[in-house]
């Protein structure tokens, strides 16, 4: 079973918008950490954000927020007033104490901003 | 401060061919992760090391593949023989384990990837 669902695969939204990338996850672990990378179209992966299950509290950064909510499993992303440059493909991903160091990636949103 | 660092870039090669791709993680690092990236399956982990021994390599797609890692500052994936199969975007990425309990950062960072084709 996948245990982080990006359920968006493709968005594409017009510069200035707001858009908000989902993530779902999957865990039976009360200790545990979530991510979210971007991967811009040259390649690399970019760390953007990490959450421990202990910390609710959304976080503002930016025009960049993350939304934690544990009692739907969601750790979802924002972005205010889209720009061409936050054109990429963004990951969510989870780490668990239990099962050590690794993370579990979602299979990414494709976002796409148009000037 | 340097990044993870991966070699070479791209690769290209022939059926057959052995192909040695190379990370040096961040220094300071304990922990090393292999990924392979593709359009149908995503982000898959092959493998990972903690402390330079290799924790789980449950995601070593066959016994083609292999990973060491010698030292704390270098480690090495090989595929021999290579397939038109295995082209892909190889990753890299290291982080720093503590103990779970002392709010370890197990943030993963990731080299720029080796695009590897193999004709």
């Known amino acids: 079973a996948q245990k982080v669902t990006q359920a968006q695969t493709e968005i594409s939204v017009v510069e200035k918008e707001d858009v908000t990338l989902d993530c779902v996850y999957e865990?039976?672990?009360?200790?545990?950490?979530l991510f979210w990378y971007k991967q811009p179209p040259s390649g690399e992966l970019v760390f953007l954000i990490r959450?421990?299950?202990?910390?609710?509290q959304n976080e503002i950064s930016g025009r960049y927020s993350w939304n934690f909510q544990k009692s739907t499993s969601s750790f979802n992303f924002t972005i205010t007033a889209s720009q061409v440059v936050d054109s990429a493909v963004y990951f969510c991903?989870?780490?668990?104490?239990?099962?050590?160091?690794?993370?579990?990636f979602g299979t990414g949103t494709s976002l796409t901003v148009i000037p | 401060d340097a990044g993870v660092i991966q070699s070479p870039r791209h690769e290209v090669t022939e059926m057959g061919q052995e192909v040695t791709l190379r990370c040096k993680p961040i220094?300071?690092?304990?922990?090393l992760f292999w990924y392979r990236q593709t359009m149908m399956r995503g982000l898959e982990l092959l493998i990972y090391?903690?402390?330079?021994?290799?924790?789980?390599d449950s995601g070593m797609p066959e016994d083609r593949f292999s990973a060491k890692m010698p030292n704390a500052s270098f480690s090495t994936l090989k595929i021999q023989p290579s397939e038109p199969r295995d082209s892909a975007v190889y990753f890299c990425?290291?982080?720093?384990?503590?103990?779970?309990?002392?709010?370890?950062?197990?943030?993963?960072?990731f080299g720029a990837g080796t695009r590897l084709s193999v004709l």
């Open positions: 959450r421990n299950s202990f910390d609710e």
């Open positions: 991903a989870l780490s668990e104490a239990e099962t050590g160091n690794q993370f579990y």
């Open positions: 090391f903690n402390n330079n021994v290799p924790i789980d």
């Open positions: 220094s300071g690092h304990n922990s």
């Open positions: 865990t039976r672990d009360t200790t545990y950490y």
């Open positions: 990425a290291s982080s720093f384990r503590k103990f779970w309990w002392a709010g370890v950062k197990n943030i993963q960072y």
